[in-house]
Each structure stands twice: as C-alpha cells, then as structure tokens.
C-alpha cells in the first residue's frame, strides 16, 4: 500500500502540470484579455465583451496583428506607450513560454500572484472567500451522507414497501427540482419572500454577530447557512441514496450473508458486520467527486441567489474579468486538493475492507 501511495503522489505534479497546460494554452486562443477589459472600461463600454453584441466593426477588438497594439480595443484612441506600459505590467510582453514557466514556478512554490483588478493576493482573495464555500461544501456533503446513507440501507431492508415507495418518490421529486428554483422558493416561503420571515436574506452573520456569546454565535451561524445549504444538498440525496440502497440490495442477495444468517448472526450484525463494509465500497468510490463537485462548483447560483461571497461567485467574476492569476492559481490549488481527495479515498477503500490491496492489483 505505501508503494501505491507514493506512485499516487508522484503522479501529482505531472497531472497538475497536464492541467495547466491544456487551460494555460486555450486561454491564449480566447479572445478579450485583461488589456482588453481596462481599455475597454476606459472607452466607456463597461466590459468588453461589449464588442461582441454587434455594436459595429469601429468597436470591435482586432486580433489579426499579434504582437501590435493595434490588436487591443480602442487601442487606436491611446498611446502606444500606454498600450506597452500596461503589458509590462500583466507580464504580456513576455513570450507564453516564459509567462507560463514562470507562473508554474511560483505555482510550485504556492506563489499565487496578486490579482490583476483586486490588487489583492490570490492567497488571500481564496481566504476571504473561502468561508462560505467551506460552509455550504462541508455542511451540504455532511448532511447528504449523514441522511442519504441510512435512509438507503433503510430503503433495501424493506425493499418493496410502503415506505420504499413512497421515500422513492419524494427524493425522485427533490432531485427533479432545479437547485435555483428551489433555492428562489425557500426564499419566497421562508425568507420575507411573500409568506414568513423566518430565515434572513443573505449573508453568513448577523451585524451584531461580534457581540453575541457564543451560544448566540453558533445559532446566529446556523440560522444563516439553514436555506442555502438545504437548497445546495437537495440534488444530492437522490443520486446518493439509491445508490446506498442498490448496493445493499445487491450484498444482501450474496451467498456469505445466507451462510452468516444461517450460523444465526443477528440481522444488525449481518447488515453491519459483514453487508455494510462490502456494500460502502461503491458509496465511498463516488465521495471524491461528491466533495469536489459540492466544494468547488454547482455553488454560483446559491451564492448569488442569497447574497453570498464565496468561491463560486470569485470564479464566475474572475473569468469574466479575465483576471488570470485568480482562474490559474484557484484551478491549481483546487486541482491538488481534488488529487489529494482521490488519495485519501483509496485509503478509506482499505480501512473499509483491509482484503483490499492496491499493490497487488496494479501487478
């Protein structure tokens, strides 16, 4: 096992640096730079992407002339000087060979940059809005585990039921319910929307969260992230909890669990003892992209629908903005965590079922 683990982690850096490759690369082809979002703000047309809503070839940016001024909108209207000035400060007047080793250079050794409209780290960009992101990742995957897991050996021990029925088609219909649109409607009913003003609007605390005790701060926390993380986790207690229930139904059926039953193990230790490690294998196989897929992406829509300032939100602004220390160093820093969650995930593989050696399956 610990020569598998050390492949995984020496697989790492040449992943991480295929993933770099491939976006730093198509990041050069997509039109509408940095350079071209300031200049654009300067000739008063908000962002540039104005260029491209058929406003008029005098307003559209140039790329026929690379490595001219020309090639930047409204570059004709500013001094080359200016034009020059602002490359050496985005590093553009560097060949993408250099800018790019460069860049994986201080990437190595966790040196982010500074982002280009923030004047702000990276570092600290991801730090100021990691708090939400770690509550509605956390939170949400928390309780779609700590629900969805025993609901589904519940759902396979009376498979057929009643209640397998009818809990069928109530996580059939959540899941069925678009995040936003339920996120709106957790708003409308319970947000000041139109009918209660039980939960607040937007945000993580309170104003007055600084003078509460700390009893009142936990609360206050837990009165804030209730609607937005019950609009985040919705989707995932479907896909989740059939999948639980499957597996289950799947062990249940084996000859090892007949022969436990017949030698009269008691039915929680046959579920427990013996189903359970066999049958979590394949939930615990889908956590690394449960966590990535709940952690890093899917949250921009609940963000902004309750006025919340997370990851989501920076990454959206970010590409839009073109602010390319933000989108390369968030992609690499949440590109390794997604590489680590995977190592992490075999290792609960084999504490799980210890019969499982990855060494051996790889020879």
Known sequence: MASYILRRLLLILPTL???MIINFTLVQFVPGGPIEQIIARMEGQGDVFGGFSGAGNDAAPSFDQPGTNDRYLGARGLPPEFIADLERQFGFDKPPLERFLNMMWGYLRFDF???YFRSISVVDLVLEKMPVSITLGLWSTLIAYLVSIPLGIR???RDGTPFDTWTSGAIIVGYAIPGFLFAILLLVLFAGGSYFQW???RGLTSDNFDQLSWGGKALDYLWHIALPVLASTISAFATLTLLTKNSFLDEIRKQYVMTARAKGLTESRVLYGHVFR?????VVAGFPAVFVSVFFGGSLIIETIFSLDGLGRLG???AVARDYPVIFGTLYVFGLMGLVVGILSDLMYVWID???DFDRRES
Do not use: Y
């Open 17 to 19: 640096l295929g993933v």
């Open 113 to 115: 940059g500074e982002s």
């Open 155 to 157: 759902k396979a021990v």
């Open 199 to 201: 939960f607040p609007l």
């Open 278 to 282: 066999n049958a979590m294998l394949i």
């Open 316 to 318: 959206f602004e970010a």
């Open 354 to 356: 210890p019969r499982i």
